[in-house]
């Protein structure tokens, strides 16, 4: 069974070809990894499956419908959530009101109910809370909930980003460099958040990231991309052995000598 779907997607800008007939598929309540050198595509497509970006040939399929080329906002409401690589908090407001405002879709009362801020208005408002709160607790972050956004350290903004991109309530979470500007320990927080969410949520996740040690410990299957291709697939035990993995990262092929801890 598939969630999400690529097939021999791709992205032309101008006479650069960004990305070069991607497939690959990603099963319900997985922890899938997408990983690759810098200006790999990694991003790129990312902005192809969540709309920010129309595919220029191939098929992005979620849930089994076609969703390539479809609005942002359509997309997002279809169960695909994302977080960014650059960091988007709206900094002068409040932690737990930087998650809230991606609940609009939750409020069951109208627009009129919000201009005379009615007892139903109150109530959405409420329920959108409590919400709130419970993901600000998932994501360790429910001590800082009064706090100014921009206030806190580049680690907790990433965690708020991931909160704020839940209360869609996705079915899949498209997460971009999540553990950058993190310690060893915020890292590993986060790789236990990470299967939280699968596991007590049953969101399935999209991992992009160079922290290796995070996405070889928490992936199931790790998909590698470079210059917009794909160069190889499989669980992270293949993936740190494969040649074309080696090459791309350290220029060179690996020796016939080259241990697993080495690599």
């Known amino acids: 069974m598939t969630l999400l779907a690529l097939e021999h997607v791709d992205k032309v800008f101008g006479g650069l070809r960004a990305l070069r007939g991607v497939s690959f598929e990603v099963a319900p309540k997985s922890i899938f990894g997408l990983i690759g ?28 419908a076609e969703i390539g080329g479809l609005p942002p906002a359509r997309v997002a409401g279809l169960g695909v959530a994302r977080t960014f690589q ?19 879709k939750l409020h069951r009362s109208g627009v009129l109910s919000a201009i005379v801020r009615n007892t139903a208005h109150a109530n959405d408002e409420g329920a959108l809370s409590v919400r709130a709160r419970e993901l600000l607790e998932i994501l360790g972050l429910q001590g800082q909930a009064g706090d100014i956004a921009g206030s806190l350290p580049y680690g907790s903004q990433r965690r708020l980003e991931i909160a704020r991109a839940l209360m869609l309530a996705p079915k899949v979470l498209l997460l971009d460099e999540p553990a950058a500007g993190m310690n060893s320990t915020e890292a590993r927080e986060l790789e236990r958040q990470i299967r939280f969410l699968r596991d007590e949520l049953g969101v399935t996740v999209v991992l992009v990231e160079h922290n290796m040690s995070l996405v070889m410990s928490v992936c ?3 998909h590698v991309v470079d210059h917009g291709e794909t160069i190889a697939e499989g669980t992270p035990a293949e993936i740190r052995e494969h040649p074309r993995v080696l ?11 080259r241990t697993e801890r080495e690599a």
Not at 41 to 63: E, M, Q, S, W
Not at 247 to 257: C, M, Q, V
């Open 247 to 257: 090459a791309a990262y350290l220029g060179e092929e690996p020796s016939a000598g």
């Open 37 to 64: 050198p810098n200006g790999a595509g990694k991003t790129t497509l990312f902005n192809v499956v969540t709309g920010v970006y129309r595919p220029d040939g191939g098929h992005v399929r979620f849930d089994g």
């Open 220 to 222: 199931e299957r790790i």
């Open 86 to 104: 650059n960091i988007r908090v709206f900094r002068s407001m409040t932690v737990l009101e930087n998650v809230m405002v991606a609940g609009h």
